[in-house]
């Protein structure tokens, strides 16, 4: 069965970096997201992308967060300046049209 | 988007049916109801979706009644495996609208 795919696994940064957060989407499926769960606490919705460019985004998604679909096959989150509270586990999913989505086993962000 | 209402956490034990009931009252017309289940440090995975009535999967069903306004997960024979958090959410389904998870149910299976 395809899967969605997260790098890294695990990411340490220091407050202030710049930290790139990748995915693979399933090659069929057209809707792309980003949701982060911090420790203990619910999935949170972040992001959605279609066609080139976001559809819809949370508050959360303020301007240090930035996504791209840099080429066929991959679909990035960026985080411009991370603050300790960015630490978090980073979910990317997609989606066919009105159909489940299909989440990575996403990418532990620590921030120190 | 519907808002869900389900328990916070369920106990059972081997072997046993587990349901696993959600309210949705505000469940809009085009909206679907989906389960998904998540284990610690892993992201949810999809177990079933149904719009109304019963669906059935190999794994799990889903009993819709009539008016929508909830909906039932049912695990049958559940094994220690099945110790995990079960989100009910409901939406159109994969699109531009981002799926909004409640804190789900912690289901936790005894021996």
Same mark, same amino acid.
């Given at each position: 069965?395809? =899967?969605?795919?997260?790098?890294?696994?695990?990411?340490?940064?220091?407050?202030?970096? $710049?930290?790139?957060?990748?995915?693979?989407?399933?090659?069929?499926?057209?809707?792309?997201?980003?949701?982060?769960?911090?420790?203990?606490?619910?999935? $949170?919705?972040?992001?959605?992308?279609?066609?080139?460019?976001?559809? =819809?985004?949370? $508050?959360?998604?303020?301007?240090?967060?930035?996504? $791209?679909?840099?080429?066929?096959?991959?679909?990035?989150?960026?985080?411009?300046?991370?603050?300790?509270?960015?630490?978090?586990?980073?979910?990317?999913?997609?989606?066919?049209?009105?159909?489940?989505?299909?989440?990575?086993?996403?990418?532990?962000?620590?921030?120190? | 988007?519907?808002?869900?209402?389900?328990?916070?956490?369920?106990?059972?034990? %081997? !072997?046993? %049916?587990?349901?696993?009931?959600?309210?949705?009252?505000?469940?809009?017309?085009?909206?679907?109801?989906?389960?998904?289940?998540?284990?610690?440090?892993?992201?949810?995975?999809?177990?079933?979706?149904?719009?109304?009535?019963?669906?059935?999967?190999?794994?799990?069903?889903?009993?819709?009644?009539?008016?929508?306004?909830?909906?039932?997960?049912?695990?049958?024979?559940?094994?220690?495996?099945?110790?995990?958090?079960?989100?009910?959410?409901? +939406? %159109?389904? !994969? +699109?531009?609208?981002?799926?909004?998870?409640?804190? !789900?149910?912690?289901?936790?299976?005894?021996?």
């Amino acid at each position: 069965e395809p =899967e969605v795919t997260q790098t890294p696994s695990h990411q340490v940064t220091q407050m202030g970096q $710049e930290v790139i957060l990748r995915c693979v989407p399933i090659s069929n499926h057209l809707y792309f997201y980003w949701y982060r769960q911090i420790l203990g606490q619910k999935v $949170e919705f972040l992001v959605s992308f279609y066609n080139n460019e976001i559809s =819809e985004k949370s $508050e959360i998604f303020d301007d240090q967060f930035s996504v $791209e679909r840099p080429d066929g096959s991959n679909f990035t989150l960026k985080i411009r300046s991370t603050k300790l509270e960015d630490s978090a586990m980073y979910f990317c999913a997609s989606s066919e049209v009105q159909s489940p989505l299909h989440f990575g086993n996403g990418t532990r962000l620590t921030v120190t | 988007l519907a808002k869900t209402t389900q328990p916070i956490s369920m106990d059972s034990y %081997e !072997g046993q %049916e587990v349901n696993i009931t959600c309210s949705h009252n505000n469940i809009a017309t085009n909206d679907y109801i989906t389960w998904y289940q998540q284990f610690p440090s892993q992201g949810p995975r999809f177990i079933i979706q149904g719009y109304k009535t019963k669906v059935t999967n190999e794994v799990a069903s889903l009993f819709i009644p009539a008016d929508r306004k909830s909906s039932t997960l049912s695990l049958p024979r559940v094994s220690l495996s099945d110790t995990a958090v079960y989100y009910c959410l409901v +939406g %159109e389904g !994969g +699109g531009a609208d981002g799926l909004t998870f409640g804190k !789900g149910t912690h289901l936790i299976i005894q021996p």
